[in-house]
Every structure is written in structure tokens, then in C-alpha cells.
């Protein structure tokens, strides 16, 4: 998938535009869907800078998939530097989040130290449950020593107050 990628890297001028180009050139070639989904997801992530804050990593995780994040970083470093330094970028972005992972720090929903029905118990109703752990796991994507539950609680109260959803 990355060989594809890299073969419609830049045929659009934005990534919207390339991937979509690309979904269109997929298609014409008859390959699977899957396929298409995972080069479309690579070139939509190929403005990655180097190098790139925790949280910003963890974003770009949960956006582009784990499985792909070596794909995306190697279209992103290998169009921006040589290929020996895009290697270097490459296998130190990799070790970041590696690090990351050991120091369990919240990455995806199921991280928060919070569910949903925690929210639930505390008056917390419908849509307004999923909007909210998406903004706590922001949160703790910046502060991950505030992955704690009654942190967490706290700030999503003072959030309320505020009239931030």
C-alpha cells in the first residue's frame, strides 16, 4: 500500500486531492476496497513534519490507524529529506511511540482513565457522552498525567461550567 501511495503521491495539490485522484485511479485498476481505504488514509496523512510532539503523534494515530503509521511516516519523511535521514526520522518516531505505549499513556478511547458510563452517572446524556471523552482524550493527548479518573471528572464538570461541550 505504501508502494501505491508513493506511486500517486502529489497528483493532487492537497491531500483531499490527491487522495481523492488516487480513490478514482484505484477503482479504475479494479483493486479492493481495503486497499483503496489504506493508500487514500497514507496520502491524506503525508504532511507530517518532523520531528512531532507526543500529542501530536497520538493524533495522528488515532486518525491515520496504527497499523498504518509507519506507511504514512515513511510517504511524509522520504518526500521530505534523504533517504538516510528519512530513515532516522522514521525509526525515531517509531521509538516515540513505542515509548508512549510503555507509559500507557491514553492514545485511543478505550486509555481514558474515564467511560462513558462514568459520564452517564454524572447527568452526562447522548451525543454530549462521545464529544466529551473525545475532548478528555485531547486533553490528556497534551497532559497525560491527568489520566486520572477524578482529574478527569473535574475537568469535565469545570468544561460544563464553562459551556464547552
Known sequence: N???AALLYKTGE???????LAEKTLKYLKLDNHT???????LMHQTVSFPIADASLKRLVRSATEPLLESVLWLSAVNSYDGQQAQQWVKDTIRQYQNIKQRREAVFLQDLAISGEELKNVGITGKEIGEMLRVLLDWVSEYPNDNQKELLLERMKSMRKEGVK
Not at 492537497?14 to 481523492?20: F, G
Request: hydrophobic fraction near 60%.
Open 36 to 42: 483503496i481505504c489504506d493508500v487514500m488514509t497514507i
Open 14 to 20: 492537497l491531500p483531499a486531492q490527491c487522495a481523492a
Open 2 to 4: 505504501l508502494r501505491l
